[in-house]
């Protein structure tokens, strides 16, 4: 049945996997990464998983749940410290980033969520309308934003700091 159920799934799902598997092999490679680079994907995921939460569950509980997952990410990321060997270039205006398996992790997570849930609504329409699974699909989406907002928020702490402590030094 799950072979049958892999043979349905659209080509272009297949090279999408392929994409997001460059691109989180990339990341593991230290980096420049500019302040509108280290702004733009973290944004782009809440976006992107706010409306895939909004799109299917018209319940609040789910969006509630989201809100809940990413806050709680947030958080957590900020207390575990991400920021580690993140520096700030003055001379090039930019982020050095060490390499992490960090983001490949997450975008293979929320890639594999986000197809099993679409695989269980696509073969049970219905749970659309479970608020258990509309709450676990929202919290689950929530988390996966929220780190990588986390790590977002991390890379603008450490330009803040940066331009803070040159301010300081030129003062």
Known sequence: MSFAIVQHVPHWVWFLLAGLIVLGVKQTLPQRRSIRNATVLPVAMCVLSFYGVISV????????????????????SQMVGSSRGIRWSSADRSLLVP???????????????????????????????????????????????????GRGLT?????????????????
Do not use: C
């Not at 450490?158 to 030094?169: C, D, G, M, W, Y």
């Open 155 to 171: 890379m603008w702490k450490v330009i803040r700091q940066a331009l803070q402590s040159s301010e300081a030094t030129a003062n």
């Open 57 to 76: 569950f018209a319940q609040p509980v789910a969006l509630a749940a989201w809100a809940v997952g990413m806050i709680a990410t947030v958080v957590l």
């Open 99 to 149: 390499g992490s398996w960090v983001p490949l992790v997450l975008i293979l997570g929320l890639f594999v969520t986000k197809f099993g849930v679409n695989m269980e609504l696509a073969m049970h329409s219905d749970l659309a309308f479970d608020a258990d699974f509309a709450t676990f699909v929202g919290l689950a989406y929530g988390a996966f934003s929220g780190a990588f907002l």
